[in-house]
């Protein structure tokens, strides 16, 4: 009878481990999904454009025309970029990740086991092609590394972005990147807090950014003021009450991200939301 050796015991012992891993990996994520399903959505889907629809004291004035206002996040479902463009939206915003080396529209990056095959999100190419008859798209880049930011303007030098592409990020290195290239690309600094409005407001932005989109808290006539001297737009974000987005306009502020589609609809004039036809989600 030949006996096993060492050898051989120790790699039974470690197939069984590997395969009593696995299965713990699957119980782990098969309980996540049953009793956690909002994680999962969140892991698989991002955030959902939470747009909305509140006419509660809007009129003309508070919406004037020259106010540019950008569909928030609306660049993630295809759904929800069709309802703001049907209402007129002249700007849609696309939240930009990457995914071995696939430009995707969500806002978050997924866990690692859930990569690409399990999100449900749009590729950036479908996002920008169902975005086509929007006037600008921000597209809010959602990481600092430079090599996606190399494979979004290679994206951009692909497509038809003359005039319309404005990417957002809360990095000066970033835009300088995008700055360095000589394209006709917009570059907005994203602003969130009061130490980064502190340290733009410190910096010399001249010739790396065109304009810059700030928290609507942090927003006063001389915070407005200040961007203004330097020749800068400045979009507050995000603005979804009507006496708030009066003030900002009165403030000088030369647009606002809203999730409120209400905003497009006075601006524009157009048929309810609730009168759109439906519209299947698609990639």
């Known amino acids: 009878m030949i006996r096993p050796s060492r050898l051989h015991r120790?790699?039974?012992?470690?197939?069984?481990?590997?395969?009593?891993?696995?299965?713990?990996?699957?119980?782990?994520?098969?309980?996540?999904?049953?009793?956690?399903?909002?994680?999962?959505?969140?892991?698989?889907?991002?955030?959902?454009?939470?747009?909305?629809?509140?006419?509660?004291?809007?009129?003309?004035?508070?919406?004037?025309?020259?106010?540019?206002?950008?569909?928030?996040?609306?660049?993630?479902?295809?759904?929800?970029?069709?309802?703001?463009?049907?209402?007129?939206?002249r700007a849609i915003e696309i939240d930009v990740i990457s995914i071995d080396g696939t430009l995707y529209a969500a806002h978050d990056r997924p866990p690692d086991f859930v990569g690409s095959v399990f999100l449900r999100r749009p590729t950036l190419d479908a996002a920008w092609e169902f975005s086509a008859s929007a006037s600008s798209v921000f597209l809010d880049l959602k990481t600092n590394n430079l090599g996606v930011v190399d494979d979004l303007l290679a994206f951009l030098d692909e497509h038809d972005s003359a005039g319309r592409a404005i990417v957002v990020s809360p990095s000066v290195a970033v835009l300088g990147r995008v700055a360095d290239r000589g394209t006709t690309v917009g570059r907005v600094l994203s602003i969130g807090s009061r130490s980064g409005l502190d340290r733009a407001l410190d910096a010399d932005l001249v010739g790396v950014v065109t304009g810059v989109s700030v928290r609507e808290s942090l927003?006063?006539?001389?915070?407005?003021?200040?961007?203004?001297?330097?020749?800068?737009?400045?979009?507050?974000?995000?603005?979804?009450?009507?006496?708030?987005?009066?003030?900002?306009?009165?403030?000088?502020?030369?647009?606002?991200?809203?999730?409120?589609?209400?905003?497009?609809?006075?601006?524009?004039?157009?048929?309810?939301?609730?009168?759109?036809?439906?519209?299947e989600e698609g990639p």
């Open 219 to 279: 927003l006063d006539r001389d915070v407005v003021a200040a961007f203004e001297r330097d020749d800068l737009d400045v979009i507050a974000w995000t603005v979804n009450g009507a006496a708030r987005l009066a003030e900002l306009h009165e403030l000088g502020v030369d647009g606002a991200a809203t999730d409120n589609l209400a905003f497009i609809e006075q601006q524009h004039e157009t048929p309810d939301l609730v009168a759109l036809p439906p519209v």
């Open 10 to 89: 120790v790699a039974a012992a470690a197939v069984s481990a590997a395969a009593i891993a696995v299965t713990v990996g699957a119980v782990a994520v098969l309980s996540v999904a049953a009793l956690a399903p909002a994680r999962v959505e969140r892991a698989t889907s991002g955030v959902e454009p939470g747009l909305f629809f509140d006419r509660d004291g809007i009129d003309p004035a508070t919406v004037p025309d020259q106010l540019l206002l950008v569909a928030h996040n609306a660049g993630s479902s295809r759904r929800a970029t069709t309802a703001a463009l049907a209402l007129g939206a």
